[in-house]
């Protein structure tokens, strides 16, 4: 039976997604958390709708099997293309990452003008932008998408000359454009987020949308009356991991930007769902 002290689901094409499992156990550390990676079937970001929307509906398959009181698709790509259609056939509730992302960045600017950079799926898409005109119509959105940032954080080039190159050359058109406000439009760019800072200069105000669907989340359990209050006891297993393939990998990253002991990560079969 799902109740309050029921898990948080969390999904994402693989690794990325645990920059927002990490935000909600900073921001709700009470919560358990099973988070799926597709780990075989990474990345999402160059799939078709159909395709996606395929791999989405089997993840929240799997997760509602586990009896999560919660969904978060935390891959930008999936909440891109996947969300709206899957959001009517479930009946738990689901967040995405792009709404949130959206009405912060909408606030944030003062000159209208916001970048959004992501990968092609979600450029493409155009999501950010329709979301932000419904609440600033007169907000210039423009779209930058950055392939090679995903590769760069998952060889560990958080800091490094490469990445600082390739950072220069696509965000120089936002640069030149003068926007004010850019969001981070996917799992892994908080991950590079001091690079992109550096370049973009201190009048540009980054919005992490991983951080804001963490609130999001929060706000929503505590309007629900669904706020897990069973006190922590140590060695509970809070966090569960499960990924579609190579979890020695996945572990090995979790455990480099996840500071809550050893993780461990299960190998499942997602086409079965
Ligand atoms: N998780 C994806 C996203 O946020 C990035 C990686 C991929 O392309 O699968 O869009």
């Known amino acids: 039976m799902i109740n309050k002290n029921s898990p948080v689901g969390v999904f994402d094409s693989g690794i ?3 920059t927002v499992a990490r935000e909600i156990m900073r921001q709700i550390p009470n919560e358990k958390i099973i988070y799926f990676g597709d780990t075989a079937r990474v990345p999402y970001g160059s799939k078709s709708r159909e395709t996606i929307t395929r791999y989405s509906r089997q993840i929240v398959r799997f997760l509602q099997a586990r009896e999560v009181k919660v969904i ?9 293309f996947a969300l709206d259609e899957i959001e009517k056939e479930t009946d738990i509730p689901i967040i995405g990452v792009i709404k949130p992302g959206a009405r912060v960045a ?4 003062e000159n209208g003008r916001i970048g959004v950079i992501g ?6 898409s155009s999501i950010y932008s329709r979301y932000i005109k419904k609440i600033k119509p007169e907000a210039a959105v423009t779209g930058k998408a950055c392939p090679l940032f995903v590769p760069l954080v998952e060889e560990g080039l958080w800091e490094d000359p490469v990445t600082d190159e390739i950072a220069k050359r696509y965000l120089t058109e936002l640069l030149d454009i003068g926007i004010d406000t ?9 991950l590079i987020r001091s690079t992109v800072g550096r370049i973009m200069g201190e009048s540009v105000s980054l ?3 991983a951080y804001e669907t963490a609130r999001e989340l929060k706000r929503l359990l505590g309007e629900k009356g669904m706020l897990n209050d069973e006190a922590a006891r140590l060695g509970d297993n809070r966090y569960r991991f499960y990924v579609s393939d190579a979890a020695d990998k996945f572990k090995r990253f979790a455990n480099s930007i996840i500071k809550y002991g050893i993780l461990s990560a ?4 997602i086409e079965e769902y």
């Open 72 to 80: 978060v698709a935390a891959c930008n790509t999936a909440s891109a």
């Open 16 to 18: 990325g997604g645990l």
């Open 119 to 124: 990968t092609e799926g979600t450029i493409d």
């Open 182 to 190: 850019l969001i981070l439009g996917c799992t892994h760019y908080p």
């Open 106 to 109: 909408a606030a944030v600017t």
């Open 207 to 209: 919005v992490n949308p």
């Open 266 to 269: 299960e190998i499942i079969n």
